[in-house]
């Protein structure tokens, strides 16, 4: 029989890294939070809702949630070249997509809600950390929300599904005839809290549909626990 798969860190197939989060960090944004999965911190300033300018991208119909995920040059080993590249976009789009769905955005017309999202330091699963600092700092802005967001990487590594991929994780190598391979599949996943549903589900590698399943399963449980640490740093806040 194959052995198991052992986790570099010796965490558990459904272990997170060390997670913080803390609210109102930054006190001239209308709302704030770092959130952490282990080395990969994330912190995010929300400041809205307010009027949309230019006026011509104003919607009378509804507001506009616009995320701004950037990482900082210092955020990994080697410096990273500062300023926005294609992934950043990508990952801004796709974090405004998995937010947007819990704002009534029909109660801001012409207006904007603005989130930037930095990260300080990279070690993988940097979009989830983002997005779960992101609605905190939502939150803690005032912005009514019809559910929570918490979001997670679960990845097939070695053969095991495993949450919270780190970098090391990521960059897991197989060697298949003769070749060193990349063999690590890796699916940032963002559940709501009291639907369950999924509002965000990227595919970085092959996946079979069993395990994609079991993956699913996996994302829900881990994000329920993720909900209940940004409760926490949600409810100290309102108690300072
Ligand atoms: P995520 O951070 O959401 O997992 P990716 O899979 O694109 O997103 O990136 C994985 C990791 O690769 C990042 O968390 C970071 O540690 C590293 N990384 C990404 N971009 C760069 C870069 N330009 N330079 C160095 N490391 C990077």
């Known amino acids: 029989m194959a052995e198991k798969y052992k986790r570099a860190d010796g965490r558990d197939y459904d272990e997170t890294r060390k997670m ?17 999965f282990g080395k990969s911190q994330a912190l995010a300033c929300v ?54 769905t819990v704002i009534p955005l029909e109660n801001y017309p012409n207006s904007v809600i603005d989130c930037y999202i930095l990260i300080l330091q990279a070690d993988a699963s940097t979009r989830c950390a983002g997005i779960n600092a992101a609605a905190l700092a939502l939150a803690s802005a005032g912005i009514p929300m019809k559910e929570m967001v918490s979001a997670v990487s679960v990845g097939k590594i070695g053969g095991a599904i495993v949450a919270d991929i780190s970098k090391d994780e990521e960059d897991y190598e197989i060697v298949k005839d003769g070749k060193t391979i990349k063999s690590a599949t890796d699916i940032p996943f963002a559940i709501l809290s009291r639907s369950e549903k999924i509002s965000l589900l990227q595919l970085d590698g092959r996946i079979k549909p069993e395990d994609l399943k079991e993956a699913i399963a996996m994302a829900k449980k881990v994000c329920r626990k993720i909900n209940e640490i940004q409760k926490k740093a949600l409810k100290k806040i309102k108690e300072e």
């Open 20 to 36: 913080e989060a803390k609210v109102g960090v930054v006190k001239r944004a209308d709302g704030s939070a770092i959130f952490s």
């Open 47 to 100: 400041y809205g809702p307010r009027q949309f300018h230019p006026q011509h991208l104003q919607n009378p119909e509804k507001g506009v949630l616009r995320c701004y995920y950037d990482m900082t040059s210092f955020s990994v080993p080697e410096r990273k070249r500062p300023g926005p590249n294609r992934r950043a976009s990508e990952i801004s789009f796709v974090t405004s997509r998995a937010l947007e």
